[in-house]
Each structure stands twice: as C-alpha cells, then as structure tokens.
C-alpha cells in the first residue's frame, strides 16, 4: 500500500511564501515522476510541476519563476517551494507519483489527500 502524505499548506499574504512536502511510504520498489496539482473551488484539478527521477522539471505557465519543484529520492519526498503567492493560487494542493509496487512491474499513479494553501491579497 502507497500512502502520499503532503503537508505544509496554510494562510499566507500576497507576496508571501510557502513550502509544500510531500512524503511517499508504504513498500513499493520505486518512484518516476513526481508531482503537484492543485484544485481550486469550482475549477478542474490542473497541472502545477512535476520533477522525473532524474530531475528535470516542467512547470504550468502560471507559476514559472515563482514555484520550485524539488525531490529528495532517499528520503522519498517532493517539495514545492512557493514564492511570490498569488490571491489566485489558492487552491487544494495534491500531490502525485507514479509508483512501482515492485520490480519489474508497471507505474501506478498515485495521489495524496491534498493540503489547502489559502493566499489573502
């Protein structure tokens, strides 16, 4: 069973910054891709980064120059760190991985419960 447990959401200003990890457990054999998605009220689940294995990054439009995707493979972790908040990038945050229970098996693509990151202007 794989568990994706995100923390650091909450209530910041605009202009202000926060940091978002998300941590991976459970027995599983590895991790690709790695990322963060966010929902806000009335609106579709979109795209906000992702980060391979390897590392390299893809960002949506809104959020290049201000959000930094990072992973920590040892420690199983992602992280978004947010800078230069937005009244607009409120939203549920989620986060996602495409895992492989064990070797040789396919990915499987997993979420977590979603943290809220609420920006007052």
């Known amino acids: 069973q794989v568990q994706l447990v995100e923390s650091g959401g909450g209530l910041v200003q605009a202009g202000g910054s926060l940091r978002l990890s998300c941590a991976a457990s459970?027995?599983?054999?590895?991790?690709?891709?790695m990322g963060w998605y966010r929902q806000a009220p009335g609106k579709q689940r979109e795209l906000v980064a992702t980060?391979?294995?390897?590392?390299?990054?893809n960002y949506a439009d809104s959020v290049k120059g201000r959000f930094t995707i990072s992973r920590d493979n040892a420690k199983k972790t992602v992280y978004l760190q947010m800078n230069s908040l937005k009244p607009e990038d409120t939203a549920v945050y989620y986060c996602?991985?495409?895992?492989?229970?064990?070797?040789?098996?396919?990915?499987?693509?997993?979420w977590g419960q979603g943290t809220q990151v609420t920006v007052s202007s």
């Open positions: 996602n991985a495409d895992v492989a229970p064990y070797l040789s098996s396919n990915y499987y693509n997993y």
């Open positions: 459970g027995s599983f054999f590895s991790i690709n891709a």
């Open positions: 980060v391979t294995r390897g590392g390299s990054t």
